[in-house]
């Protein structure tokens, strides 16, 4: 099955920007949609973005639009999520997610990766 492994995480002053990536193993998934998740100490979680697997079509949560960005490179089977204005709201483990079918991924796709800490300090 598909390995998916984040990077990118880190420790930033509210206001500012961290870019997120996500690299695909094994079995190919440039025909997945993908996204990312995100997961904040006792919270339920909770989708942020996805792509599909053309790049084409884009879907954000409401609380991120306007500061978020989601891209693909499917030559090099990665995802990226830029953050810019970043809150302390935004403090969770980010992980990256992918699915055959785009419309299924907000629920959460098949495949899941460890994640990466973001920190937001206010």
């Known amino acids: 099955q598909v390995q998916l492994v984040e990077s990118g995480g880190g420790l930033v002053q509210a206001g500012g920007s961290l870019r997120l990536s996500c690299a695909a193993s094994?079995?190919?998934?440039?025909?997945?949609?993908m996204g990312w998740f995100r997961q904040a100490p006792g919270k339920e979680r909770e989708f942020v973005a996805g792509i599909s697997w053309n790049g084409i079509v884009k879907s954000y949560t409401d609380s991120v639009k306007g500061r978020f960005t989601i891209s693909r490179d499917n030559a090099k089977n990665t995802v990226s999520l830029q953050m810019n204005g970043l809150k302390p709201e935004d403090t969770a483990v980010y992980y990256c997610?992918?699915?055959?079918?785009?419309?299924?991924?907000?629920?959460?796709?098949?495949?899941w990766g460890q994640g990466t800490q973001v920190t937001v300090s206010p």
């Open positions: 997610n992918a699915d055959p079918l785009f419309n299924r991924l907000e629920n959460g796709g098949v495949y």
């Open positions: 094994g079995r190919t998934s440039s025909n997945y949609a």
